[in-house]
């Protein structure tokens, strides 16, 4: 392993010792757990939930339905983000309804996918919603970035089409995509579970917040909490995997 390498992994390791320490003193300062809980108390909570018959079965929810909501705005956003790139009667056509969504506080859209779908449905349908905006501008504007020198270049040198997509166009687009997915990614966890907090599904992480908070169970709260925050953790670590591996292949 390198020298900076290992460095990293220190100073990191460093930081997240500084701030549990930080976050016991404050809990023995404040000295209520139902206000702020100490690490331990969290640790424990987080035993005793993983350890339960329905953990896993109320993470899967949540999990099914960020990567379906995620999916889903992935390639709404792609097609059309491509079809506007290439048009600019279908770019202004969109733009009014992409900018009606990307302008929509999300409690907003929250609060009328609770009306118009049953509950299992809204987080799906928030997540579509709030990512597809981000999946899509960042596609034209890929689009958009395109060297058109060495576009017309190629169209009066009559270089085939699937060099100037694959060699042009891909290229292009390419870093952008994955930047946007990235992005949405880890915006499609907190979505997710602020939907199941209002609508309230059988099985998710959300649900179970505000049952927590119902209970006045702060240990919980902050235990499903931490379960949220590895889960974005590692989505979004794949997510950049992907990206480090097709970036190198482009």
Known sequence: METSSIKTILVTAASILVMVITWHLLALMLGHEYILPTPAETARQMIILVSSAGFWPVV???????????IISLGLGVILGLV??????AYWL?????????????????ILAII???????????TLLILFPIIYGN???GIMNINKELLEMARMYKVKTWRIVTELYL???LPFLLAGASTAMGIAWKVI????????PQLGIGTNLMIAKIDFATAQVFAWTVVAIVISFVFEYLIRLIETRLNTWS
């Open 193 to 200: 579970i602020a939907a199941e907090i209002l609508s309230q």
């Open 60 to 70: 899967l929810a949540t999990i099914g339905r960020g990567l379906l909501g995620f």
């Open 94 to 110: 969109l733009q009014p309804w992409v900018t009606v969504v990307r302008s929509t506080p999300v409690m907003s859209v929250i």
């Open 139 to 141: 596609v034209v504007a």
């Open 171 to 173: 290229p292009s687009i």
């Open 84 to 89: 506007a790139g290439f048009s600019k009667a």
């Open 116 to 126: 118009w779908f049953e509950s299992n449905l809204v987080p799906v349908v928030v």
